[in-house]
């Protein structure tokens, strides 16, 4: 008996678009995640690129439980001597949610070339509107929302 690997060339990729309105963020990017590196898929295999494309709208009305608002920060470095940097998710938020999410479901994907080739397939709107209907995305509904 041989094992079947599935080739780059059968893929079907679909596209898929979420209301991210209400939804926790981690319930969110954990779920969008599965969905780019094809885990929902009968023919899921770590090392390939199985995933669909995710459309994720309303960025800005996504959920931070409890006071992450007011206590979470997003922190970098500048490269700089002394350039520590924190932004508080509150001001993140209102000015780039996009990111906010772009940033939890990168956190969840493999660190490596695959991974970053899975991110490619994100697209994350402030806004209820997106320029994706000629690839007729289907609505995904994910669970644990309000």
Request: proline content about 5%; charged content about 30%.
């Amino acid at each position: 008996m041989k094992t079947f690997m599935p080739k780059q060339q059968d893929v079907k990729r679909e596209w898929w678009v979420v209301d991210a309105t209400d939804i926790p963020l981690g319930r969110l990017a954990s779920q969008v995640a599965a969905i780019l590196r094809g885990k929902n898929k009968p023919t899921y295999t770590p090392h390939a690129d199985m995933g669909d494309n995710v459309i994720v709208i309303n960025c800005d009305k996504v959920a931070l439980t409890g006071d992450k608002l007011n206590q979470k920060f997003y922190k970098y470095h500048t490269l700089y001597p002394g350039g520590d940097r924190a932004i508080q998710y509150k001001k993140l938020m209102a000015e780039k949610s996009d990111f906010v999410v772009e940033h939890a479901v990168k956190g969840m994907l493999p660190k490596n070339t695959l991974g970053r080739h899975m991110l490619k397939k994100l697209r994350t709107y402030k806004g209820a509107e997106h320029q994706h209907e000629a690839q007729s995305p289907k609505v995904l509904k994910i669970k644990g929302g309000k």
